[in-house]
């Protein structure tokens, strides 16, 4: 043998098994394409359909939970046995909550009118319930720069009151005399509000005016936090053990109502999600099925040759696992379009591709061509090499 004889096949000794191995799954492709195809195609749509439901489901549950704090506080913090909250808890709400939330302080008093009509008036931080309360229809907000422009009682205060107040009192333009305990302020009807609820029979004023005339602090701080159901109990537990004087309670109707709907949204797109990759997983398992009967003489000439069955189980799995990962990649391309797709044509918004979708994707798409070729991987064990090359 000559010298460069001799270094060709010491480099092929030497090569990586890793080579062959790459070689003959890209052999296998090629030699059946209609097969590969038909079974690359069935996890390119599972792929692509799991993609664009869990996009999404992740958006849509995002944006569900944006509009559902549109609607108001989810907690709602009081003192207990109608007592006052201590001082500073706005301001431990505000730390424990850490940005993802929104907390506003109310006071409340039964005042008289100057003609001895009761009427409820409240002090809160305009800037903050603007925030929180966006479903409230108000014909002008406050800053809290316009309605602290003096605490001194006897100056007239700019006000937020409700449209049935406001009928009540019959003053729309002019000041408003209040009086409480003997002590008297005068407001001036500068925006109303209207809800529908108890916020129409109201007057809001800033709450340093507000206490500044009655003495009376905060006692209702509500709070719209943000995150899943799950996070919002654990604020509401934290809170709790933080102001141990607040009674902290749920805002049923919110909290409820926002389980309700995302508890259905996630229902709906992971039933849809399984059905079609469970039908995947039957295309795909007839596929390996007959790539198994298709290449029997194949298999039973490595076995012939020396090869053993946890190689040849290997160079099978290796087979499905590829073909599941091709799938995965190109149908999770697919996927992000798609869900792009249907949030434009039927939410008319923008849904925003989660790359971190991708490793699921990746991972149950590998698993499924995985578990597809457990059957096929039991029946090439039971392949007999002198039988089958003898044609019986």
């Known amino acids: 043998m000559s010298h460069q004889a001799r270094d060709i096949a010491a480099r092929r000794a030497h090569a990586p098994h890793s080579s062959m191995l790459l070689r003959m799954l890209v052999r296998a492709a090629i030699l059946r394409r209609g097969r590969a195809a038909s079974a690359l195609f069935a996890m390119v749509v599972a792929a692509a359909v799991a993609t664009a439901m869990l996009n999404l ?31 500073g808890s706005l301001e ?15 006071a409340m008093v039964v005042a008289r009118t100057a003609d001895g009509q009761s009427i409820v008036v409240a002090g809160t931080d305009f800037d903050r319930v603007r925030q929180l309360d966006k479903w409230w229809s108000v014909s002008r907000w406050l800053s809290d720069a316009e309605a602290i422009a003096t605490t001194e009682p006897e100056k007239e205060h700019a006000a937020l009151i409700g449209v049935r107040a406001l009928q009540a009192v019959g003053q729309k333009h002019h000041s408003i005399e209040l009086s409480f305990q003997e002590r008297t302020l005068h407001v001036i009807p500068a925006g109303t ?15 340093p005016v507000f206490t500044a005339w009655t003495g009376v602090p905060s006692s209702t701080i509500e709070v719209a936090a943000s995150g899943s159901p799950e996070e919002v109990s654990t604020i509401m537990k934290q809170l709790a053990q933080e102001i141990p004087a607040a009674d902290v309670r749920p805002v049923r109707q919110i909290m409820e109502g926002e389980a309700r709907v995302l508890g259905k949204t996630r229902a709906t797109l992971l039933a849809a999600a399984v059905l079609i990759i469970l039908t995947a997983a039957l295309c795909v398992l007839s596929t390996l099925m007959g790539w198994v009967f298709d290449r029997r003489r194949d298999f039973a000439i490595m076995k012939a040759l020396g090869a053993s069955g946890r190689l040849l189980n290997g160079f099978f799995a290796a087979e499905a696992a590829a073909l599941g990962a091709t799938g995965a990649l190109i149908g999770f391309l697919l996927g992000i ?22 490793p699921i994707i990746l991972t149950g798409s590998m698993a499924v061509t995985l578990v597809s070729a457990i059957l096929p991987i039991s ?6 090499p002198a039988v089958i090359l003898r044609g019986e």
């Open 57 to 87: 489901y992740v958006d849509v549950q995002a944006k569900l939970r944006r509009e559902f704090r549109n609607y108001g506080a989810n907690i709602i913090l009081v003192g207990k046995d109608g007592a006052s909250l201590p001082a």
């Open 92 to 106: 431990r709400v505000d730390s424990l909550l850490a940005g993802h939330g929104v907390a506003a302080p109310f």
């Open 193 to 207: 509000v209207q809800t529908g609820a108890a916020e129409d029979n109201r007057i809001y004023l800033a709450l």
């Open 337 to 358: 379009g798609i869900a792009a797709w249907i949030g434009r044509a039927n939410f008319h918004a923008a849904v925003m591709p989660r790359f971190s979708v991708l």
């Open 379 to 384: 029946l090439l064990r039971r392949v007999q």
